[in-house]
Each structure stands twice: as C-alpha cells, then as structure tokens.
C-alpha cells in the first residue's frame, strides 16, 4: 500500500524516487477517444485457448460488439487459474467425494494494475482479499516477514536489512554484492542483452550471496518454475523490476476469497454470456487455417472478411480474426499443423513452434481428518530442500474450504513444487517427498489422518529459461488478423505471470480494435526501466 493510501506524507527520498521513475502506474501509449468504441457491423473472432488471456481478450472484443467464440481443450474453463471437479474414492465418508481442485494459490499483486481492472470488469474483485503477510519458512535461516518492509524502492532494500532478512554488513564488505545493482538498472534491451545468457545461479556464485539473499531471490525463480541454474538472469531481474523496485505496493498481496470457479470463472463466464460470446469447452483445435483454404467436401464462404485480410477458418467455422492464446504446448502444436503459416510468416512460425515448457511442477492436496493448528499465513514459502516450495492452508484462504473444515472437523492443505527436479522419476516420489518435507516443518501435522488426496504432476508452464528471450514471439504475427496472447509473450512491459497473460490479450484485442477503426483499450504498467537505468556503470557487471 502506498504512502498516500495509508495517509503519510512522503519523504524527502520518498519523493526523489517516485519522481525518478516518472510514478508508479504509466499507461503504454494513448487511447484515441473521438474514435467509435463499438463495432457497426459484424465481425467474429475465434479465441483458441480458455486461460487467462483467452478469456482477457474475449471479455474485451465481446464488449466491443465482435461475436466472439472461445475454444478450449479442456472440460473446464480457466487454464492455470481453472478449476474443476474430480470424484475421490476413500476416507471416512464413503465414495462419491467430489471436491473442486485447481492448479495451485496465487497470488494477486497490487501492482498488476491490467488484471485488477480486469476482475472489475467482470465483477470479481470483490472476492480480493489481503494476506496477513508475504512470509517465507526455512530451516536453515528462520523464517522471514515482509510485512513490515518499507515499500518505496530502494528503501525497501533497506528496509529488509533492518528486518533481518540479510545482514547490510556482510553486503558491505563484499565488493562482488555491486553486481546487484544490475536490479536497479533494469532496461528491457541491456539487461537482456546482458544476462540472458547467464543463469541466475552463475550470477548468485559471481555475487557471492550470502545464504538468506539466496533463498529470498531462489523462491523468486521457483516461482517462475525453474530451478537457479536454469533460470534466466535477466528474467529475475525482470522480475524484481516488476514487483519490488518499480512502484510502492509492496510484496504483501491479495487473494480470491474463494474456489475460483465461484470467485473468478463464473463471474467471467456470465460476463461473456451477457454479451453474446459462446465458451466450448472440450473442444481441442488441430490448427488454424486460411480462409482461402478449402477442406475436403466444403467450399468457401461469401463472408466479408475483416480488412486487408482474407479471414480464417477454425474447426470447420469462417472466422475474421483469430487469437491464440493456448499454453506453450498447445500454441506450439497448433501453429505447427497450420502449414501455411511456415510460408506467409515463418519467423512467427519458428519462434511459435519453438515455444518450450519450464520444468515439471506439481500439487499435492490433502483432505485431513483433524483442525490443525496454524498461526502464519494462509499460504507461506518454504526452503525447499528437495520438493516442497510453498504450504496453502485452505480453511484460512477459501469461504468453501473453511465451510468443509467445519462440517468435517478437518482441514485441508495443499503442497507446491513449482520445480519439480529433473532427477524425480513420477509421482509417487514426488507425493512421498512433499510429505516428508511438511513434517520437517511442521511434525505435529502427522498425527492427522488423510481422508483424500489429489495429486497433480504437469509440465505446461512456461519457460524462461537462459536464452530463450530473443526468441519469444510478440502479439502480432506478421499475418493480418492472427495474434496471439499468453504469459509467453514478449510485450513491452515487464509483466510477469498472470498479468503478463492479461497484459499480452490487451494489446492482442488492440490490434483487431485498431484494424476496425475502434477505440483502443487502455493499457497499463509499473515503470518500463529501473532507477539508474541509464546511469553511467564503474564496472561491467
């Protein structure tokens, strides 16, 4: 929360550094307001992929007057922020136990300004909540809270050192620690060209990071699902860019009240029903193709194709513009079978076809028998030590899981590993870890009986990997009509995660707005470079 929303006059270094990075909240380029902000006449628009910035950029055009179709492979709407129902067999109350499950917490921050006027506009930011406080667990450093960090820039560094996160002497008597000033220089071009190449294990030994630094800046890479020595340098600093050193709300963050299906998908969901957009769900698309093309048996529409385009065709149906927002391995697969797109735009082609996956991660819940007792945060970061990266606590975090706790006199928790290592074979291993694990850090829970579990094991996420920056493809693919939108875009903001997903479905709804001579959509972001990007460097770091 900022100064001015706790009523505090800012400081004098409170004020240099906003004015240094020109404020905290930027909007990316202008909205031409005399323009019309709705369609006069039909056009439609297939969204290939139901996650976040599928259903981003539907909820947009469908509210500017497109007819808008989602397609989504899976039964359940959502993608990584999806929720669904699995039947479990077991425990002390019989069989026919069908509980919602989804992919794991999340984390709502403040500063991911796109996405919170995004959960507005669909009527679920009244399920946003705050944490207690954004605490991480170790067993071999004690446990760290930043609740009481400063959060203006640079005094938040500091701040952690009086909290005692790390020690300012140690850094102080380092001369290596200088390298870290590449976090406050971040520039979407140099740090990239910088450290791309180097991963965030190679930079941490060259820095020489005292133990605690490194747990604190791991559990930022863990949470872009790579281990340190996978995990791009200039992705982390990215990172910190985006959530610590470019604007004021702090780490401490909010959350949905509830199972997402009641407190984000539904919303969603009636919100496009309200403006005529059809969701299909189960319906996996095999590739994209030219409206020009003709399949076996049908012949080419007379449908007025959207400008300077000729329109595309999507399971069978005309569409005039198309957006692909699948995951990583689906984008990948789709653009690959649409074989026209290797001719008419190969370098979309090959960087979209070259999309890979981050390591496995994985999500084990557990229906206990018993209250345990809890006295953190509902969801808090852990050391891993092999597996385990984070504890959820339901009955504290979701309206319907606290309801079932009640019932049942238990509790449910959630384990995370959001990198799974390469050296585990499956999940049975993976299971037997994460158990081992939370009864290091918490013995007394395995008194409690597990009635059921749900374990899941997946490698859809995306990577961000060493050198894979260069490569990444942006919202327009060369191909008038066809843009794609997801967390692995390359967009000029430095949005990470679920608003870098809402981020890219704006400005992929953008451009059809601007083919259609519509008002374009605000779009909104932290600070694009660090505060002493720019500044003449002593040393090449």
């Known amino acids: 929360m900022s100064n001015d929303a706790q009523g505090k006059k800012k400081s004098f270094i409170e004020w240099i550094v906003e004015r240094r990075l020109g404020g905290y909240r930027h909007q990316l380029g202008s909205v031409r307001l005399e323009l019309p902000p709705a369609l006069r006449s039909e056009r439609t628009v297939a969204v290939i992929g139901a996650g976040l910035a599928g259903l981003t950029a539907a909820v947009v055009l469908a509210e500017r007057g497109f007819r808008v179709t989602v397609l989504e492979k899976n039964g359940y709407v959502g993608g990584k922020v999806g929720s669904w129902p699995v039947e479990l067999e077991g425990g002390l109350f019989g069989r026919g136990f069908k509980p919602y499950v989804e992919h794991g917490f999340h984390a709502f921050f403040r500063q991911y300004y796109n996405l919170m006027r995004f959960l507005e506009r669909i009527g679920a930011a009244e399920h946003l909540v705050p944490i207690d406080d954004y605490a991480i667990e170790s067993r071999n450093y004690g446990s760290f809270s930043f609740r009481n960090v400063a959060t203006t820039p640079v005094l938040n560094m500091l701040s952690m050192a009086g909290e005692g996160i790390y020690r300012m002497g140690a850094m102080v008597k380092n001369p290596d620690a200088r390298r870290l000033l590449a976090f406050l220089r971040y520039d979407p071009e140099r740090t990239f060209a910088d450290y791309d190449h180097l991963s965030f294990k190679d930079f941490a030994d060259a820095a020489r990071l005292p133990g605690e630094l490194r747990l604190i800046f791991n559990s930022f890479s863990r949470a872009f699902f790579a281990e340190a020595h996978l995990m791009s340098t200039a992705e982390i600093i990215k990172s910190f860019h985006a959530y610590f050193l470019s604007n004021d709300a702090g780490l401490v963050y909010d959350y949905l009240d509830d199972d997402y299906e009641i407190a ?32 076996t048996g049908e012949q080419v529409g007379s449908e007025q194709a959207a400008p300077g385009g000729e329109g595309f065709r999507v399971e069978g149906r005309p569409y005039d513009y198309v957006v692909l927002a699948a995951d990583v391995r689906g984008t990948a697969a789709v653009a690959g079978a649409s074989s026209w797109l290797r001719e008419q735009a190969p370098s979309a082609y090959a960087q979209l076809t070259g999309l890979r996956a981050s390591q496995r991660y994985a999500m084990l819940r557990l229906w206990l028998d018993r209250p345990i007792r809890w006295d953190k945060p509902g969801f808090v970061i852990t050391e891993k030590l092999k597996v385990l990266d984070s504890v959820s606590i339901y009955p504290m975090l979701e309206k319907s899981s606290a309801q079932w706790a009640e019932e049942k006199g238990g509790s449910i928790v959630e384990l995370h590993c959001y990198a799974v290592p390469d050296d585990m074979p499956g999940e049975d291993e993976v299971r037997d870890r994460f158990l081992d694990e939370l009864y290091l850090y918490h013995p007394e829970i395995k008194q409690a009986g597990i009635l059921y579990e749900h374990m899941q094991l997946r490698d859809d996420f995306t990577a961000y990997h060493t050198g894979l920056h260069a490569d990444r493809p942006t919202t327009e693919t060369g191909v008038g009509g066809l843009y794609v939108a997801g967390d692995w875009v390359r967009t000029p903001v430095p949005a990470m995660l679920m608003e870098a997903a809402c981020t890219s479905a704006l400005l992929a709804a953008n451009e059809i707005l601007d083919r259609e001579g519509l008002q374009q959509e605000p779009v909104y972001t932290v600070p694009l470079r660090g505060l002493l990007a720019g500044k003449p460097r002593r040393q090449r770091v």
């Not at 984000?264 to 059809?278: D, K, M």
């Open 264 to 295: 984000l998908l539904g919303p969603i969901r009636r919100h496009l029903e309200r403006y005529g957009a059809e969701v299909l769900t189960s319906r996996p698309v095999g590739r994209i193709e030219r409206r020009a093309e003709r399949s």
